[in-house]
Nanobody, 120 residues
Framework: VQLQASGGGLVQTGGSLRLSCAASGRTFSRYRMGWFRQAPGKEREFVTAISQSGITFAADSVKGRFTISRDNAKNTVYLRMNSLKPEDAAVYYC???????????????WGQGTLVTVSS
């Protein structure tokens, strides 16, 4: 599967942004989908994931602010980000994996990333 992330941009602190990740192929519903981010000088970190059945899990740092969702008809996963903080600024990557396990951080397929900048 090929992944194409989009929707990044510049937003003020406290603002909102929605990222999208479009997947190729006709078996999108088979994939667990995740979002990761990497800030300059830092390691990539897990943000949130959604299972094949729609169960979601998020990192503590974004709980209550970020929401992941998927539209299997559109082969797309979304990341709605509210109440953005300067520390949320990073390149955001979407990822996909056919294995079951919402807590797994292992993903086989990765998108190219989309940059989110948060001004203070």
């Amino acid at each position: 599967v090929q992944l194409q992330a989009s929707g990044g941009g510049l937003v003020q602190t406290g603002g909102s942004l929605r990222l999208s990740c479009a997947a190729s192929g006709r078996t999108f519903s088979r994939y667990r989908m995740g979002w990761f981010r990497q800030a300059p000088g830092k390691e990539r970190e897990f943000v949130t994931a959604i299972s094949q059945s729609g169960i979601t899990f998020a990192a503590d740092s974004v709980k209550g602010r970020f929401t992941i969702s998927r539209d299997n008809a559109k082969n797309t996963v979304y990341l709605r980000m509210n109440s953005l903080k300067p520390e949320d600024a990073a390149v955001y990557y979407c990822a996909a994996d056919e294995r079951v396990g919402i807590l797994s951080r292992e993903y086989e397929y990765w998108g190219q990333g989309t940059l989110v900048t948060v001004s203070s």
